[in-house]
């Protein structure tokens, strides 16, 4: 994912302002491995994002207070004078946490929504089968001609639910071929009005996002749904179409390393009267470890499993009882 400071990418998408997307034939099925070809799409915009340092912007002062790091400025390059802004923070063992938006597309009146809490949308490693929930309030001012210029209080309780439902290959303009997943998430938006006597919830709306992940390149395509006006889910297939459809086609995002394994330091064997302890550095975006063992190196090695964990440490019993023999350890991130 985009998670440092000068790091950009660019993307093709549709005019939101136009009539829905068809996305026949796009989105694929669960399950995999499959492919999904997004070479060719709609183009008639061009988005770039950039990643900058929350503190350095504009907007940011609230979102920083809430422990925002980076923004995310999300600018039309054919109307650069109306950029919006997402802040967030990259914690190495929650994710994404985003403290919230400023968007003058969503609010003319009140473009700055400040999360309650802030929003883990993504976690900080993502598998096939994976799912996970994420949920926050914020306030806005709704803008409705009809009732005046100055708007009325809005508050919004956004829940999304996502599971990493899909995985193949996907094929995108300039790159080629990539190894991804596919997450589909469901928004819910609880929405209340404030008339003079508090909050009353008024309706619920709800969006379909499917996101495609690929290592090295983040979000590299997203097709948004439409809201149905009667409060339905969207279907899973979009049959009516899309209200966005985006695709990457450039990146400064460094690909270094991003078919090989990540390095694990600092392993190191401590001795003690029931068991020895076996420690190592934790590492950013690795969720998991595999502790293996083996009596004999070189071509006799035979590598059992000691067992796995979270933690970045682990206790074998067996390496100081009278019996053992030498005994060699490896540690493998999942």
């Known amino acids: 994912m985009f998670n440092q400071r000068d790091q950009y990418y660019r993307a093709y998408a549709n005019n939101p302002t136009n009539a829905v997307t068809s996305v026949s034939g796009l989105l694929g099925n669960p399950g995999g491995p499959q492919a999904w070809d997004f070479s060719n799409g709609p183009q008639e915009v061009t988005y770039r994002f950039d990643y900058l340092l929350a503190s350095n912007t504009t907007h940011g002062a609230s979102f920083v207070a809430m422990g925002a ?16 802004w997402l802040y967030f923070t990259q914690d190495p063992l929650k994710g994404r946490l985003v403290a919230g938006f400023y968007d003058p597309a969503f609010s003319s009146l009140q473009p700055e929504a400040v999360f309650t809490n802030a929003l883990q949308d993504f976690p900080a490693t993502i598998h ?7 949920t926050t309030v914020f306030e806005s001012l709704y803008n409705d001609p009809l009732l005046g210029d100055e708007g009325f209080p809005d508050q919004l309780t956004y829940t999304s639910t ?8 996907i094929t995108l303009p300039n790159f080629g071929f990539l190894d991804c997943l596919r997450v589909h998430e469901l928004v819910q938006y609880d929405i209340a009005f404030d008339l003079g006597d508090g909050y009353q919830k008024v ?25 149905p006006s009667d409060g339905s889910q969207p279907p899973d297939d979009l049959p009516g179409g899309a209200a966005t459809v985006v695709r990457m086609f450039e990146t400064n995002h460094s690909e270094s ?12 064997i401590t001795l003690g009267k029931t068991a020895a302890l076996l420690q190592w550095t934790a590492q950013v975006g690795i969720g998991s470890y595999r502790v293996d063992y083996a009596t004999a190196l070189g071509n006799t090695a035979t590598w059992q499993t000691l067992g796995s964990t979270t933690a970045n440490f682990m206790l074998d019993p067996a390496a100081v009882t009278p019996a053992s023999r030498a005994r060699y350890y490896r540690v493998v991130g999942n």
């Open 203 to 227: 309706a619920s709306q709800y969006v379909l996002n499917y996101y495609w992940l690929a290592p090295g390149h983040g979000i590299v395509a997203q097709i948004t749904s439409t809201s």
């Open 162 to 169: 996502d599971r990493v439902d899909a995985y193949g290959i």
């Open 69 to 84: 790091q980076i923004a995310e400025q999300k600018t039309d390059e054919a109307n650069t004078n109306s950029p919006s």
């Open 128 to 134: 096939y089968g994976d799912t996970w929930q994420g």
């Open 257 to 268: 390393g991003t078919n090989a394994p990540a390095t694990i330091n600092g392993f190191k």
